[in-house]
Nanobody, 123 residues
Framework: QVKIVESGGGLVQAGGSLRLSCTAS????????MGWFRQAPGKEREGVAA???????SYADSVKGRFTISQDNAKNTLYLQMNSLKPEATAMYYC?????????????????WGQGTQVTVPS
């Protein structure tokens, strides 16, 4: 049984940084595509970043150059380093996993999800 748990969210001032972590059990990172998604109040969930077992990555245009996704396969842990945070980054951030043929930022392609961690950047 796959279990995903996110952590690291919080309140950070605009321009600040935050690192999210995602630990997954019941799966082998080598077989899965891992992704970070976020959902702001009243908005649809959107893809932020994703990574495959080879370390290839994909980012939403809105976070390129400021966010970095990485993983520690030995620890079954996924990270999202978020720098130069803006108020529009305020959202619940979710970690997702699935066995996919390609890196995807499309939420409907992912089967396994965590409960999310809240990130708040006051304006």
């Amino acid at each position: 049984q796959v279990k995903i748990v996110e952590s690291g969210g919080g309140l950070v001032q605009a321009g600040g940084s935050l690192r999210l972590s995602c630990t997954a059990s019941g799966l082998t990172y080598d077989d899965y595509i891992m992704g970070w998604f976020r959902q702001a109040p009243g908005k649809e969930r959107e893809g932020v970043a994703a990574i495959d077992s080879d370390g290839s990555t994909s980012y939403a245009d809105s976070v390129k150059g400021r966010f970095t996704i990485s993983q520690d396969n030995a620890k079954n842990t996924l990270y999202l380093q978020m720098n130069s945070l803006k108020p529009e980054a305020t959202a619940m951030y979710y970690c997702a996993a699935d066995i996919l043929a390609h890196i995807s930022l499309y939420m409907k392609e992912y089967k396994y999800w965590g409960q999310g961690t809240q990130v708040t950047v006051p304006s």
